[in-house]
Protein backbone atom coordinates (compact mmCIF):
# COMPACT_ATOMS: atom_id res chain seq x y z
CA UNK A 1 0.00 0.00 0.00
CA UNK A 2 0.99 3.00 -0.62
CA UNK A 3 1.42 6.25 1.65
CA UNK A 4 -0.66 9.11 1.18
CA UNK A 5 0.32 12.75 0.90
CA UNK A 6 -0.35 13.74 4.26
CA UNK A 7 1.26 10.47 5.50
CA UNK A 8 4.54 11.56 3.77
CA UNK A 9 4.40 15.03 4.93
CA UNK A 10 3.93 14.13 8.84
CA UNK A 11 7.24 11.74 8.28
CA UNK A 12 9.14 14.67 6.56
CA UNK A 13 7.68 17.01 8.89
CA UNK A 14 9.07 14.36 11.98
CA UNK A 15 12.54 14.57 9.92
CA UNK A 16 12.60 17.88 10.22
CA UNK A 17 12.60 17.80 13.77
CA UNK A 18 15.38 14.69 13.85
CA UNK A 19 17.76 16.81 12.09
CA UNK A 20 17.67 19.47 13.98
CA UNK A 21 18.07 17.57 17.05
CA UNK A 22 21.06 15.98 15.68
CA UNK A 23 22.28 19.10 14.84
CA UNK A 24 21.72 20.62 18.46
CA UNK A 25 23.22 17.66 19.87
CA UNK A 26 26.73 17.94 17.56
CA UNK A 27 26.57 21.63 18.69
CA UNK A 28 26.57 20.60 22.79
CA UNK A 29 29.29 17.70 21.94
CA UNK A 30 31.51 20.46 20.67
CA UNK A 31 30.79 23.05 23.65
CA UNK A 32 31.28 20.46 26.16
CA UNK A 33 34.33 19.16 24.50
CA UNK A 34 35.68 22.51 24.62
CA UNK A 35 35.28 22.43 28.51
CA UNK A 36 36.74 19.31 29.27
CA UNK A 37 39.37 20.82 27.20
CA UNK A 38 39.80 24.01 29.03
CA UNK A 39 39.13 21.78 32.34
CA UNK A 40 42.12 19.71 31.07
CA UNK A 41 44.68 22.65 30.16
CA UNK A 42 44.00 24.21 33.52
CA UNK A 43 44.33 21.40 35.09
CA UNK A 44 47.83 20.32 34.15
CA UNK A 45 49.39 23.89 32.68
CA UNK A 46 47.66 26.26 35.20
CA UNK A 47 51.22 27.11 36.14
CA UNK A 48 51.86 28.13 32.47
CA UNK A 49 48.31 29.92 32.00
CA UNK A 50 48.39 33.43 32.45
CA UNK A 51 44.14 34.75 32.44
CA UNK A 52 42.14 31.08 32.43
CA UNK A 53 39.12 33.05 31.35
CA UNK A 54 41.00 33.64 28.19
CA UNK A 55 42.29 29.67 28.20
CA UNK A 56 38.95 29.00 28.39
CA UNK A 57 37.34 31.21 26.10
CA UNK A 58 39.84 29.54 23.26
CA UNK A 59 39.25 26.63 24.54
CA UNK A 60 35.12 26.78 24.09
CA UNK A 61 35.62 28.35 20.78
CA UNK A 62 37.56 25.43 19.41
CA UNK A 63 35.07 23.12 20.85
CA UNK A 64 32.70 25.30 18.66
CA UNK A 65 34.53 25.00 15.43
CA UNK A 66 35.21 21.69 16.13
CA UNK A 67 31.53 20.88 15.98
CA UNK A 68 30.85 23.35 13.07
CA UNK A 69 33.81 21.22 11.28
CA UNK A 70 32.19 17.86 12.05
CA UNK A 71 28.65 19.21 10.66
CA UNK A 72 30.16 20.46 7.95
CA UNK A 73 32.31 17.15 6.90
CA UNK A 74 29.97 14.86 8.15
CA UNK A 75 26.42 16.31 6.37
CA UNK A 76 25.80 13.14 4.56
CA UNK A 77 26.99 10.82 7.72
CA UNK A 78 24.47 13.11 10.11
CA UNK A 79 21.35 13.83 7.70
CA UNK A 80 21.08 11.13 5.14
CA UNK A 81 17.62 12.48 4.18
CA UNK A 82 16.73 16.08 4.40
CA UNK A 83 12.78 16.85 4.43
CA UNK A 84 11.59 18.11 1.93
CA UNK A 85 7.75 18.84 0.72
CA UNK A 86 6.13 15.77 -0.68
CA UNK A 87 4.20 17.35 -3.45
CA UNK A 88 7.25 19.90 -4.86
CA UNK A 89 10.34 18.66 -3.54
CA UNK A 90 10.57 22.37 -1.35
CA UNK A 91 13.05 22.15 1.29
CA UNK A 92 11.58 21.70 5.03
CA UNK A 93 14.50 21.80 7.09
CA UNK A 94 14.22 23.75 10.33
CA UNK A 95 16.18 27.03 10.43
CA UNK A 96 17.01 28.72 13.28
CA UNK A 97 18.62 31.47 15.13
CA UNK A 98 18.00 35.36 15.62
CA UNK A 99 18.24 36.74 12.06
CA UNK A 100 16.47 33.74 10.61
CA UNK A 101 12.99 35.98 9.47
CA UNK A 102 9.86 34.51 11.21
CA UNK A 103 8.51 33.67 7.45
CA UNK A 104 11.33 31.25 6.56
CA UNK A 105 10.89 29.42 9.80
CA UNK A 106 8.91 26.04 8.83
CA UNK A 107 7.56 25.78 12.49
CA UNK A 108 4.99 28.87 11.21
CA UNK A 109 3.94 27.69 8.11
CA UNK A 110 0.27 26.52 7.41
CA UNK A 111 0.81 25.88 3.64
CA UNK A 112 4.01 24.84 1.51
CA UNK A 113 5.57 27.86 0.56
CA UNK A 114 6.38 25.81 -2.78
CA UNK A 115 3.32 24.57 -3.78
CA UNK A 116 0.73 25.34 -1.15
CA UNK A 117 0.37 21.72 0.02
CA UNK A 118 -1.49 22.55 4.14
CA UNK A 119 1.02 21.29 5.91
CA UNK A 120 0.23 22.66 9.70
CA UNK A 121 -0.32 19.90 12.03
CA UNK A 122 -4.14 20.64 12.56
CA UNK A 123 -4.36 20.12 8.90
CA UNK A 124 -2.56 17.22 8.37
CA UNK A 125 -4.42 15.53 11.31
CA UNK A 126 -7.65 16.60 9.31
CA UNK A 127 -6.57 15.14 6.02
CA UNK A 128 -5.33 11.70 7.73
CA UNK A 129 -8.34 10.67 9.10
CA UNK A 130 -10.26 11.57 6.28
CA UNK A 131 -12.03 14.76 7.71
CA UNK A 132 -12.50 17.10 4.62
Not at 19 to 24: A, K, T
Request: some cysteine; aromatic content about 12%.
Amino acid sequence: MTETLPQLAVKAKALAYRNRSRRNWVWLGGLLSGIAASGFWLGFFSGNVVNPKTSVSICVALGLVAAALTLLVGQKTFFPQTAKCPSCGYCWELREGRYVPLAERMETWDKCPGCGFPMSDFLLERALHGEA
